[in-house]
């Protein structure tokens, strides 16, 4: 008998509250009737039965509710709508956020047991980290023993002639043991072998799906053919799976690595990304301090060229920078903050409306609608209220995505980000859960506790005072939530203006770049790139408008590195950031087409060539580096193998983008090149600058190089404004968002004080009619409404300042030298809150002031 | 304020039973369950959830009402409820038998059932 009333504990309460009794003895007296050879059949029978009906009552509860539901809502059509929009504004920014951070932080990289997948940087003492050269490399793999496998690549370009247009392709080129390491298999054919992988050997190739499918129509019979690369034939032996994306999104295909024998000889030669699989069962604390060993070992026989080098080991997937990784967290903060306000707010619009049906609430009570079953229906109210927001919200998320994913960084190796998979759709479904049990539940509980018989009373004022001291608690959390999300993005705004703000060095209006890279070997030979170069600026000059064009290695911003050491007089070669600069070959006209001012002395110049003094011109700030008030023209550097004399020197330019410091710069004339060296540095980037609409230039210019050589590939063409732009793109998106967050904090919270205060109001009606017939001045009303509007805003600013406060701090590496306690964002934040409140109490204080003594009290 | 009959139809056939149960007089739960044993001849017997269940969702349409009055005192037990059918109940019951009425009629025209039950 005792396990039947438990039985019965699967039934609703409200049911057992009322005929548990009489099924008890029911079945007391089926169990009287029934032989006990038959017991354990009308259990079984009992079990199933009231599984299924309990089901069946909780069903028909549920469509019950529903109905009530929708009966409720349809009444009052305002409040729904408002309802559903909040939440789904709260939810899909989360969605949104979620499955933005979740590609870049939480998501394991998509290869066998990732998480045993690391990095080896080499460290130097004032350099950070940096990829090793092929020598340490060598050495590392040959002592250490905490991995398993390990390999390495590289990233580089290539003009492939296929069907067409001749393209320029990023490509990367790995070691035999880097695909090993991955555990990646191609889709069809084979990996590198080691006979590929030899210096000498044939080439090989791997293509992409991508590639594969776009050049070739994914054609199985693709294997064993030929490709032109860079003009050499390279053999197809497979096609990598479609979700291989590595190094970055945009590899399109893969070469044998083919290091050259002497690849090994130069110890500071650091160019190759090695990757590592941790042996089973090694940390990487263990395979850190290993390398620690490893590396003072190379030090002492190398005491030269490894001094102070270390090497670092991280885990893959870790090394997103710290900046991504800043800006994705502040974002989910921000999304959180959103639905934080989101969620109080609907708690207070539910509380608003649960008070005014206190009296229906006590007449249900009262007629015997158990406090449970009251409950219940509140909470499939604000269920379906979430649930309908959160539907709506996964389609804001849906719409918004593919608009965020320039947040995600680049190097990653996954797909698109528009990836809405059912992780992201799991999250967004949590979060309407509990959105709706957190809003819902309760107020609900709230007003059942006080569904007494009180509300009954004729005339009772709805709302006693302690709900007013929670719905008020409600609001000042809002108003804090929106108070931080202000000053985040005022502070983050204030950076990108500065970052905006900042001087590049140089004039971007009006100019025009594209890339052709040369290939090798056709274009080894200096004088054959000479011809090429002059051939297509001569004649590019000549074009209407075209007031500039010259060539250089790497755009500014679009390519920051290129840093060599440099040595001057006395200084030692001590590798280190104090004795850097960028490097880059140009043609003459480089600084006119820029505008970049020369200070004193001349340009390059086209007789700088091979047979005379190494020349340079460098930047002021490496001037007043050498030789501060001194004359730098004449003066004697060695850099890039060579002595060179300073003949010019010219304005800096911010090289690595808006948000950097720079190196300083050296400049070199392009002929003073040997054959076949420095083929990283040499020119490619065409910069044109012309008056008026320098885009409308590009068929003549394609023609111009189509004639030079008809195969060579043109890319990259931007304007330099664009470049410059990218360069603070990822950053003015994430200051987009979190604007569009903090407009939506700023709304919910003014509904919230106007939600407040509108309650106070109307609920008060009768008592400002008694003060109002007792000669209260309307003023005197009016000023007490405005008086509590701004109480609440003071009481959520305070608290929110602090907040915001932390938070700056928190994000001060992401606020280019703007102070977290920046006095103007403060106080634009806590204005916008002033206004805010004003906005909120506006109409309740017209009604207020209008209230009419006579009917307020009429209305006893 | 009650939905027309015919809405309700066709109806479940606890509910049916239930309220042919409940026909003649008002009836405890129990009461209930032995009526419709009978009138199957043992055939159909309502266990306790399907009961009370139907009973639940009959009293919110309206089909039956609980009674305060108590038979004589001797008979009664004071743990049990008891039920009558309202006019709207009884309406209901008259709608579906007519349904099965003509269903059967249908059913003999087809040459389904004996001409005469």
Not at chain 1, 7 to 32: D, I, K, Q, T, W
Not at chain 1, 681 to 708: E, T
Not at chain 1, 793 to 818: N, Q, R, T
Not at chain 2, 55 to 70: A, F, K, S, W, Y
Request: charged fraction near 20%; glycine fraction near 8%; proline fraction near 5%.
């Amino acid at each position: 008998m005792r396990l039947y009333r438990l039985l019965l504990h699967l039934y609703p309460a409200s049911f057992r509250n009322e005929y548990a009794e009489e099924m008890c003895g029911v079945f007391a007296r089926r169990l009287r009737d029934t032989s006990v050879p038959a017991l354990p059949a009308l259990w079984t029978g009992v079990f199933f039965e009231v599984l299924f009906n309990s089901l069946a009552v909780h069903a028909d509860i549920l469509r019950q509710d529903l109905r009530y539901t929708a009966r409720a809502l349809r009444r009052t059509p305002g409040f729904a709508v408002t309802a559903v929009l909040v939440v789904a504004l709260g939810i899909g920014a989360n969605t949104a956020a979620f499955s933005l951070a979740d590609q870049a932080l939480l998501r394991p990289l998509p290869f066998p047991d990732p998480g045993r997948l690391v990095r080896i940087w080499e460290t130097e003492s004032g350099y950070g980290e940096m990829e090793p050269s092929p020598a340490n490399y060598r050495d590392w793999k040959a002592m250490s023993h905490s991995f398993s496998a390990m390999g390495y690549y590289t990233n580089s370009a290539l003009n492939l002639v296929g069907k067409g247009e001749p393209e320029r392709i990023q490509i990367a080129m790995f070691d035999k043991d880097l695909l090993p390491a991955l555990e990646v298999q191609p889709l069809f054919g084979r990996i590198f072998s080691p006979a590929d992988d030899r210096d000498g050997a044939p080439g090989t190739v791997l293509l992409s799906y991508g590639l594969w499918q776009r050049q070739f129509g994914g054609d199985r019979g693709i294997l064993g053919r030929q490709l032109l690369l860079n003009g050499e034939r390279f053999t197809v032996i497979g096609v990598m799976p479609r979700d291989f994306y590595f190094p970055s999104r945009d590899t399109q295909l893969w070469t044998a690595f083919r290091l050259k024998a002497d690849g090994y000889a130069d110890r500071n030669d650091n160019w190759i990304y090695p990757i590592a699989r941790l042996r089973a069962g090694v940390t990487v604390a263990q395979a850190s301090s290993e390398m620690a060993v490893v590396s003072a070992q190379l030090e002492r026989q190398y005491p030269q060229e490894n001094q102070k080098i270390g090497a670092r080991v991280v885990r893959m997937g870790e090394d997103v920078s710290p900046q991504s990784r800043l800006l994705l967290y502040a974002l989910v903060a921000a999304a959180a903050c959103v639905l934080l306000i989101a969620c109080t707010n609907l708690a207070n619009l539910l509380l608003v409306r649960a008070l005014m049906r206190e009296k229906e609430l006590a007449v249900r009570t009262a007629i015997g609608a158990g406090r449970e079953r009251l409950v219940r229906q509140l909470t499939t109210e604000s269920l379906v209220l979430a649930l309908a927001g959160g539907a709506l919200g996964v389609l804001v998320a849906t719409v918004t995505v593919p608009l965020l994913s320039r947040l995600v960084p680049n190097s990653l190796p996954v797909g698109q980000a528009s990836a809405f998979d059912w992780r992201v759709l799991l999250f967004a479904a949590a979060l309407t859960a509990l959105t709706g049990v957190c809003f819902g539940v309760a107020p609900a509980w709230r007003i059942c506790r006080h569904a007494d018989l009180t509300a009954l009373r004729e005339g009772a004022r709805a709302g006693s005072g302690k709900k007013e001291v929670l719905r008020s608690a409600l609001v000042v959390a809002e108003v804090a939530a929106s108070v931080v999300l202000l000053v985040s993005t005022g502070l983050l705004l204030r950076a990108l203006w500065k970052l905006q703000g900042n001087d590049p060095g140089f004039r971007t209006e009006g100019v025009l770049t594209l890339r052709t890279a040369l290939p090798s070997p056709k274009y080894d030979s200096t004088a054959s790139r000479t011809a090429f170069l002059n051939r297509v600026l001569g004649e590019v000059r000549q074009l209407p408008g075209v007031t500039g064009a010259a060539y250089i290695s790497f755009l500014p911003m679009a390519m920051g590195g290129g840093i060599w050491p440099v040595e001057v007089g006395e200084h030692v070669v001590e590798r280190s950031a104090a004795h850097t600069a960028s490097m880059r070959f140009v043609t003459p006209g480089f600084f006119a087409a820029l505008r970049i001012p020369i200070e004193t002395g001349r340009d390059v110049e086209e007789n700088d060539t091979l047979g005379r003094q190494y020349v340079a011109v460098v930047s002021r700030s490496f001037a007043s580096r050498y030789w501060p008030r001194q004359d730098p023209l004449g003066r004697h550097f060695k850099m890039a193998f060579q002595d060179r004399t300073v003949v010019g020197v010219v304005g800096d330019i911010r090289v690595r983008g808006m948000e950097r410091e720079s190196e300083p710069q050296v400049y070199f004339p392009y002929r003073q090149v040997e054959d076949a060296s420095f083929q990283f540095y040499q020119p490619k980037d065409l910069v044109i600058r012309a008056a008026g609409n320098s885009a409308g230039l590009l068929p003549q210019v394609y023609r111009i190089i189509r004639s030079a050589d008809s195969e060579q590939p043109i890319s990259d063409v931007r304007t330099l404004a664009d470049i410059v732009e990218s360069s603070t793109a990822s950053r003015a998106v994430e200051v987009r968002i979190l604007a569009a967050f903090a407009a939506v904090a700023f709304l919910l919270a003014a509904i919230g004080i106007h939600g407040v205060l509108a309650f106070v109001v109307s609920s008060r009606s009768r008592e400002i009619g008694v003060r109002m017939a007792l000669g209260a001045q309307r003023g005197a009303i009016v000023g007490a409404v405005l008086l509590r509007g701004a109480l609440l805003a003071a009481a959520g600013a305070i608290p929110g300042v602090a907040v915001a406060w932390f938070s700056g701090k928190s994000m001060e590496a992401l606020l280019a030298g703007i102070k977290p306690y920046d006095a103007a964002t403060f106080l634009a934040a806590t204005g916008l809150c002033l206004l805010m409140t004003l906005l909120g109490c506006v109409l309740p204080a017209w009604r207020a002031a209008r209230v009419d003594p006579i009917t307020a009290m009429r209305n006893e | 304020m009650d939905p027309h009959p015919a809405s309700l139809l066709p109806l479940p056939s606890a509910t049916f039973y239930i309220l042919m149960a409940l026909a003649a007089e008002d009836r405890h739960g129990y009461a209930i369950i032995q009526d419709i044993e009978q009138r199957t001849n043992g055939a159909l017997r309502l266990s306790a959830g399907t009961l009370y269940r139907s009973i639940q969702r009959m009293l919110e349409q309206g089909l039956l009402v609980e009674t305060n009055d108590r038979p004589a005192p001797e008979f009664d037990d004071e743990r049990r409820r008891y039920y009558r059918i309202t006019p709207f109940g009884a309406a209901v019951a008259r709608a579906e038998a007519a349904r099965l009425n003509d269903l059967v009629r249908m059913a003999r025209a087809s040459g389904f059932a004996p001409e005469k039950a």
